[in-house]
């Protein structure tokens, strides 16, 4: 695996192999990598012919100091993982690497992104989209892969990438969950194994209102799930996803899943 820090460096290697005929599938991350990164980097494997991950903490989707503090930075594991699944390039660039304007230039969603986790994360999802920009047109993969874990960040890059006219296609890939149901994040880690187990209650309760959405489906969802000590941010149903945003201790949790897609 080719690592590179330098965004320059790193488009003309794109460019090179965009060139030679070579369609790279790309993976951003922001690292402490686990399966369901794993299952987006197998998919683009499977669909192009180069596999390119970014590793990087982005500051400016953070909102929350002590949240970007305690972020798990496991970048040796990370390259080991990478290296294991052959992944064929990873490019790690640091702060002054990818903000030499030092956030000068921002890109601003002026909907949706107020929404969900934007109406308590002020600033969050602008931060996804610029440093997202600019990891696409430093890249100009022939597809980026995202999990629709974060759906309104899924959705908004789409949106930005057609609104931007960005070559990239933008392909969302299923939630991977752990045997508990609990959807994988980089935020499990930090749950204690009791809020752990309670944390698997997120995705049962979702799933049995997904399975008979009815009037007041969501807010019945909230209520069950504040009785089960559950902090609900937020639980809503948008097109035909259930939506939730929960804090457990001090970790906050997100999910959703698809309306029509259980049965019952
Ligand atoms: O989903 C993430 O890990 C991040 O929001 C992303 C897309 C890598 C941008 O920093």
Not at 157 to 182: Q, Y
Not at 196 to 206: D, G, P
Request: charge should be negative; hydrophobic fraction near 40%.
């Amino acid at each position: 695996m080719i690592q590179i820090q330098n965004p320059v460096m790193w488009k003309q290697t794109m460019e090179q192999n965009t060139a030679a005929g070579l369609k790279t599938g790309f993976v951003p991350t922001m690292g402490a990598l686990h399966k369901g990164h794993l299952s987006l980097m197998e998919r683009a494997q499977a669909e192009q012919d180069l596999l390119a991950v970014s590793i990087f903490v982005n500051p400016t989707q953070f909102n929350d100091p002590t949240d970007l503090r305690d972020y798990p930075n496991r970048i040796e594991e990370d390259i080991a993982k990478l290296t294991d699944i052959k992944a064929d390039y990873l490019f790690l660039p640091g702060y002054d690497d990818l903000y030499p304007d030092s956030c000068r230039y921002s890109v601003v969603e002026k909907d949706f992104s107020g929404q969900l986790c934007g109406r308590n994360r002020p600033g969050h999802f602008s931060g996804v989209l610029t440093v997202v920009l600019k990891l696409l047109l430093l890249t100009e993969a022939k597809a980026a892969y995202f999990g629709e874990k974060d759906w309104q960040q899924y959705k908004l890059i789409k949106g930005m990438a057609e609104a931007f006219f960005l070559d990239t296609e933008i392909i969302a890939c299923p939630v991977v969950r752990e045997d508990s149901g609990l959807a994988c994040s980089s935020r499990n880690e930090l749950l204690s194994s009791s809020e752990r187990n309670q944390a698997a209650r997120l995705y049962e309760v979702l799933s049995k209102y997904a399975r008979n959405p009815c009037a007041g489906a969501a807010e019945s969802a909230a209520q069950e799930l504040a009785a089960q000590g559950f902090a609900v941010e937020y639980l809503q149903q948008v097109e035909d996803r259930l939506l939730a945003a929960v804090q457990i201790g001090s970790v906050r949790l997100i999910d959703n899943v698809r309306v029509t897609a259980i049965s019952s």
